[in-house]
């Protein structure tokens, strides 16, 4: 579909802006918005929604309120004045169909230190990148769709239908954030997620879950070792069993869309705490896990294969038998899903790159989750991610491509013509 006049007009507003939009996604990533330590992060998303003429309003995660839902991931921490960030842009006209952004605010740490080139909480821009924790993930997405929705009003237009910015936290651990705003209400006939895949279209991703193992030993002297019952060396065990629970997965029912991707489905230890005392045998260990399963799979079924992997491994030591690991879980439970390339949202987005790069759009086959897990599963209309091209998420001396970004703030201004309509 070839740009229209309106359109262009609207373009190139967001090139007027990409300033702006840089200044924006630097501001965010000085706040070193960490689990639990997201205030100000928040704070600076809300007054940016201010300054651009937004109206937004807090929505808290209230554990009581969303116990009893099913996409709800308990949580060994406390919501105490924790929340999210929301705005609507009603409507100016009607006929158009209503679309909600939505983005994570919160980042993982950034240690250890010592292996990024500069601080990760000072942004500096190099050779067209962006550097710093959160810049591609996902503190710049925020940006490109806030400024897409402001590029309207910016261009002198109006929307035939609402549009819902949505800035969450615990992206990074649960989904709580996003459920919260859920069922808060916020929901709309398409949902974009500028998470930094690049431009393309997320239909498939993983379930994900969360859990912890504690294991017992006796401590003794480490003169008397023989004596005792190393609670760290116990942990190995059950490591080694999950791990090869872990091989049985990527190779049983391995749905069409995975099976180009080698080994799509990753565990990963990820904390391990033993031990208080080098001359000491440790009496407890605890590891904390997250593993991943295929769409079409159940949260409760994973949980039972590892279980069921812990109690046989256990059953094969004499020690453990008698004193079998305890198993809990906890953050993550969120299952997979697989969509068709050509839904109507989809489509459109498609339609969108092709005018914007004379390419067509790929699909993308994660092998992870996002907060879309919550709108697909739970929500009504039609969710995907579509954003900038990023590198070293997670990882040290992250970075983002700035020119990737402005790309995403037009596409998403183009979609908003295109799905809610550009009024005059």
């Given amino acids: 579909m070839p740009l229209e006049k309106q359109e262009r007009k609207l373009l190139e507003t967001v090139d007027h802006l990409a300033d702006d939009i840089l200044d924006y996604v630097c501001r965010l990533v000085r706040e070193p918005s960490m689990l639990g330590n997201e205030a100000s992060v928040v704070r600076v998303a809300e007054e940016e929604l201010k300054k651009l003429s937004f109206h937004p309003v807090s929505v808290p995660i209230d554990p009581a309120t969303l116990a009893k839902h099913p996409g709800f991931a308990p949580v060994p ?122 431009p393309t279209i997320l239909t498939n991703q993983l379930g994900v879950l969360w859990f912890k193992v504690s294991v017992r030993g006796v401590p003794v002297h480490v003169q008397s070792a023989p004596a ?66 295929f769409p079409g799979v159940s949260y409760e079924h994973i949980c039972e294969r590892i279980v069921k992997t812990v109690e046989n491994a256990a059953k094969q030591d004499p020690w453990l038998a008698e004193n079998p690991p305890v198993i809990d879980f906890y953050g993550f439970r969120s299952e997979g899903h697989s969509l068709a390339f050509d839904l109507p949202a989809f489509s459109l987005l498609a339609d969108c ?39 070293n998420i997670h990882g040290s001396n992250e970075r983002v491509n700035i020119g990737s970004v402005v790309h995403v703030a037009k596409a998403y201004a183009l979609f908003l013509s295109r799905w809610c309509g550009l009024d005059e």
């Fill in 353 to 391: 790159h092709k005018a914007l790069t004379g390419e067509d759009a790929r699909e993308y086959i994660a092998t992870c989750t996002t907060d879309l897990r919550v709108f697909n599963l739970f929500g009504s209309g039609q969710a995907t991610c579509y954003g900038p091209v990023a590198e």
């Fill in 228 to 293: 005792g019952t190393n609670a760290i060396e116990k942990s190995y065990l059950i490591i080694e069993a999950l791990r090869q629970l872990e091989g049985e997965l990527n190779r049983s029912d391995v749905p069409q869309k995975y099976k180009d991707i080698p080994h799509p489905l990753n565990l990963n230890i990820g904390i391990f705490k033993g031990g208080d005392w080098p001359s000491t045998v440790p009496a407890t260990s605890e590891f904390h896990g997250r593993l991943s399963f």
């Fill in 77 to 198: 921490w406390e919501y105490e004045g924790r929340r999210n960030v929301v705005a609507v842009r009603e409507a100016n006209g009607e006929g158009g169909q209503s679309l909600l952004l939505n983005g994570h605010l919160d980042v993982v740490s950034p240690e250890p230190l010592e292996f990024w080139d500069r601080d990760p909480f000072d942004p500096m821009v190099e050779n067209g990148w962006l550097y710093g924790r959160g810049a591609g993930d996902m503190k710049s997405g925020v940006a490109a769709m806030t400024y897409a929705v402001h590029a309207v009003e910016k261009a002198g237009f109006g929307l035939h239908a609402p549009v819902t910015i949505e800035t969450v936290i615990e992206e990074e651990c649960c989904g709580n954030g996003a459920l919260a705003c859920l069922d808060a209400g916020y929901d709309a006939e398409a949902v974009l997620i500028p998470e930094p895949f690049g």
